[in-house]
């Protein structure tokens, strides 16, 4: 089974400032997405980006962009220029491509981001 | 395009009463899944299913859970009888055909008193 491991349970940050929220996930597969999702206090789960395992290249969008280690299993998301809408909770999200129980998407516990003004 | 629609948005039951949940996923979308989160358990996955066929139920926590897809634009998920420790939000999220994100509704937030 997937697990998947935020491991700072809150951050905080000054408004356009860069901040970057850590996850590690452990998974034998080798096919596989991960992503970042946003979570506001309107609690609806927003897609903010994602990554294929495949691509060594770090996906980017915008202000938020990831740095993928799959040889360390580790996905962090940075964002930059933090703005005061960019606070929320953020999951890092594992799914696999192949096998049974492929995709579904397996969550970390969350970090929470305050953006400071 | 509307997204996921989910309702009721909020929920307030007794124990032991019967709850649906109801999803209409985003048109065209070929596979939908329930998530449940709560403070403790995070968010994790009861049902998804694909081609409105159950693919894997195994995050079903009871037989008080059941699901349903009857055609390609709806859902049910239904706890009969309700408990206190259901209390929780529940999502709906679909993917489209060949696509990997999923588009999360606005969840049900669900309080069994």
């Known amino acids: 089974a997937q697990t998947v491991t935020q491991s700072q349970p809150e951050m905080s940050v000054q408004e356009a400032e860069t901040v970057t929220l850590s996850c590690t996930y452990d998974?034998?597969?080798?096919?596989?997405?991960l992503f970042w999702y946003k979570q506001p206090p309107s609690r609806q789960m927003i897609l903010v980006i994602r990554?294929?395992?495949?691509?060594?290249q770090n996906a980017t969008e915008n202000r938020f962009s990831v740095n993928f280690q799959k040889a360390a299993k580790s996905f962090s998301l940075k964002i930059s220029d933090s703005q005061l809408g960019d606070t929320a909770m953020y999951f890092c999200?594992?799914?696999?491509?192949?096998?049974?129980?492929?995709?579904?998407?397996?969550f970390g516990k969350g970090t929470l981001l305050t953006v400071n003004p | 395009d509307a997204g996921v629609i989910q309702s009721p948005r909020h929920e307030v039951t007794e124990m032991g009463q019967e709850v649906t949940l109801r999803c209409k996923p985003i048109s065209g979308h070929n596979s939908l899944f329930w998530y449940r989160q709560t403070m403790m358990r995070g968010l994790e996955l009861l049902i998804y299913?694909?081609?409105?066929?159950?693919?894997?139920d195994s995050g079903m926590p009871e037989d008080r859970f059941s699901a349903k897809m009857p055609n390609a634009s709806f859902s049910t998920l239904k706890i009969q009888p309700s408990e206190p420790r259901d209390s929780a939000v529940y999502f709906c999220a679909s993917r489209g055909t060949g696509a990997y994100e999923q588009y999360f509704g606005p969840g049900t937030r669900l309080t069994v008193t």
């Open positions: 299913f694909n081609n409105n066929v159950p693919i894997d």
């Open positions: 990554q294929e395992a495949y691509k060594q």
């Open positions: 998974t034998s597969e080798s096919n596989y997405y």
């Open positions: 999200a594992f799914m696999k491509l192949s096998g049974g129980s492929n995709y579904k998407l397996t």
